[in-house]
């Protein structure tokens, strides 16, 4: 338990440096953890006898995450697109393969790992890069912005109501910084409470299993544990310090909570078809890249689309 928390503790210290620091510093942790994920990724795999195009899927991870870094869409699909023809024929046409298996774990493990932290590199970057003339996007500013999917329904009062409490709630401890450095801290503020509720409420009052075959561990008071733990830590996070919507924090909890446990069981799922107990050794009494994000790997994605559907940026 020792290790597992200053292990936490100088975790907690790089995480906050990339992310406040942002620019190079935090697209450089993220192709890092990429490539660890999938060295993991490759060598989970490995043992229950599937080959991965090792080398090239990490040179194809850092050109996906460089292109993600630049906000280049365009040759982000590119990449992708090129990378899964190439890695079709590097192993069903030079290796001489009858096994394509092999070749769709790759193209799998790209996209599995790629694209979420290419959306986590979206969403820090995201209304941080002015145009010539432009100032930067603050938290503050898109504190105010009220636009929601919500307002293209005609749902009466209800509908009304929500854009006017995000409007007059002035709970903000004013804390004024990029908008994609606060939208990064929500998620991972969200992402790690998740785990943590659901941890403790399991294991304290847990008895209805929730996936037995999948993760014996995780029971359902410990997942609706997660679900209000995480609305709280996003109002907390989100409202009280960033001055971010009351409603869309609280319903971004709600989400992230769903999605996050989601990926702990695809990742659970992924360690049981190759026998092993933790991805990797990278994080001492965490386990491996893999066991550590593999929430992260949903709640990116997830967080990046909400944050654009609801009017946030």
Known sequence: MALRIITGIIGI???????????????????????????????????AGVITTYIFGALALILLLC???????????????????IIFLLTVI????????????????????????AHLIFLRFLADEPQPGEAVTTVQEIAT???TILDKIDLGKVADFLP?????????????????????????????????????VG?????HKLASSISPGKTVEGFLGSIVGTILTAIIVGTFIFGLPLVKMAVAGFILAIVATLGDLV????????????SGFFLPGHGGALDRFDSILYTAPTFYYFVILSGIA
């Open 94 to 117: 030079l290796r001489g393969s009858t096994r394509p298996n092999d070749a769709c774990v790759s193209v799998a493990g790209i996209m599995y790992i790629g694209l979420p932290f």
């Open 203 to 207: 294991s304290a009052i847990g008895s």
């Open 164 to 200: 006017s409490l995000d409007l007059h709630l002035n709970l903000s401890l004013n804390v004024n910084v990029d908008a994609g450095c606060a939208l990064v801290w929500v998620l991972f503020a969200c992402t790690w409470a998740s785990d943590t509720f659901a941890y403790f």
């Open 67 to 85: 292109c993600a870094w630049l906000g280049n869409v365009e040759e982000l699909l590119a990449v992708l697109t090129l990378s899964m023809m």
């Open 145 to 147: 912005n009220n636009s």
């Open 267 to 278: 990742e659970s799922v992924l360690k049981r078809f190759a026998n092993i107990k933790d």
């Open 13 to 47: 210290a790089i995480a906050a440096f990339v992310i406040q620091y942002g620019g190079a510093p935090f697209a450089g942790f993220a192709i890092f953890l990429s490539l660890l994920a999938w060295h993991e990724y490759s060598g989970a795999f490995r043992r």
